[in-house]
Structure formats: structure tokens, C-alpha cells
């Protein structure tokens, strides 16, 4: 069992890591993160925080991962 969650772990790790920085190109290219005056806006701060929040995440999950299969 302890082997099956730590694959699940790594790849949830592995799956975060490939899918957000992708959605931050996205994120940072929308007209709506920066106003006219090219201050970023709550809509990129929001989603600033979010990815890096879930990528803290995918790094968590890859150090529990590997070491549920090491342990």
C-alpha cells in the first residue's frame, strides 16, 4: 500500500510540475493581468499565488513520494 500512494504521490508531483508552468505563460501573457499603466492586477496576483501554491505542493509530494519508496 505504502508503495502505491508514493507512486500516486510522484505522480501528482510530476503532473503539477508539467501542467501549471504552462498555465502561467498564459496567465502572464493575458491582457488582463497588467492594467493600462502595465501594473500587474489582482487577476495576476491571484493566479501568481495559486500556481505557486500548488507547485509548493508538487515538491512536497515528490519528497513524500520518494521517501515512501525509500522508507
Known amino acids: 500500500?505504502?508503495?502505491l500512494l508514493s507512486?500516486?504521490?510522484l505522480v501528482n508531483a510530476v503532473f503539477n510540475v508539467v501542467v501549471w508552468p504552462r498555465f502561467w505563460k498564459?496567465?502572464?501573457a493575458?491582457?488582463?493581468a497588467r492594467d493600462a499603466e502595465g501594473r500587474k492586477t489582482a487577476f495576476y496576483t491571484v493566479h501568481a499565488?495559486?500556481?505557486g501554491l500548488a507547485?509548493?505542493?508538487a515538491l512536497l509530494s515528490a519528497?513524500?513520494?520518494?521517501?515512501?519508496l525509500l522508507a
Open 1 to 3: 500500500m505504502t508503495v
Open 7 to 9: 507512486v500516486l504521490l
Open 49 to 51: 499565488t495559486l500556481i
Open 30 to 32: 493575458d491582457p488582463r
Open 55 to 57: 507547485l509548493l505542493l
Open 63 to 68: 519528497i513524500a513520494g520518494v521517501w515512501g
Open 26 to 28: 498564459r496567465v502572464a
